[in-house]
């Protein structure tokens, strides 16, 4: 079922299989994002219910000038922000959320790519997760960040190139960078 239908199903119910219906195709791919922000499963799963919460309030005032689930991540961020700010929280990618790696690129360089976004600023990390790891183009990233398009593509080439850095110094380092 496309997402329109499920959103009107869900909103002319109100009834739980029409919200489960909604909730089980979104929330895989926006528990993988709050998990790549949070860098802990019991936060992404809370962040996520929390998200939803929101969503449903607000579901009905929804005007589909984007996809659902860039709306979605988008409440999903700006709530990982508050919480962010609230708690002062460092959010890394995590062990367990393992980026795609081709076959030619070893484990040990994928670890240290992972290692290199974590240490990024957390609007680098942001942006690049969002453009080069989930796909967006500039101008949803800039939606969903309450950016322009230009700091969108200014912090991916920051982020870019403090990657490069981190992964030429690691290199030189003999992998003992700490």
């Known amino acids: 079922m496309d997402d329109r239908k499920l959103v009107q199903e869900f909103l002319s119910s109100r009834s739980e299989s029409a919200f ?11 528990y993988r994002m709050a998990l790549r ?14 998200m939803w919460v929101i969503a449903i309030r607000k579901l009905a005032d929804f005007e589909w000038r984007s996809e659902l689930k860039t709306w979605l991540i988008g409440i999903l961020i700006n709530l990982s922000r508050s919480k962010r700010k609230e708690k002062e929280l460092a959010v890394e990618i995590t062990d367990e959320m393992k980026l795609e790696t081709t076959s030619e690129m070893s484990f040990a360089s994928a670890h240290d790519l992972e290692n290199g976004i974590a240490e990024l600023p957390p609007g680098y990390r942001q ?3 969002l453009h080069d790891i989930e796909g967006y183009k500039h101008k949803e990233i800039a939606e969903l960040l309450d950016i322009t398009e230009g700091t969108s593509k200014s912090q991916l080439f920051y ?5 490069r850095e981190y992964l030429s110094e690691d290199t030189s380092k003999g992998k003992s960078h700490e």
């Not at 982020?159 to 990657?163: D, N, V």
Request: glycine letters at 0%; zero cysteines.
């Open 20 to 30: 489960l219906n909604l909730y089980r195709s979104k929330t895989p791919h926006l």
């Open 37 to 50: 922000l949070t860098q802990d499963e019991y936060q992404s799963e809370e962040l996520v219910q929390e």
């Open 127 to 129: 942006v690049i997760i």
């Open 159 to 163: 982020a870019r190139k403090a990657l």
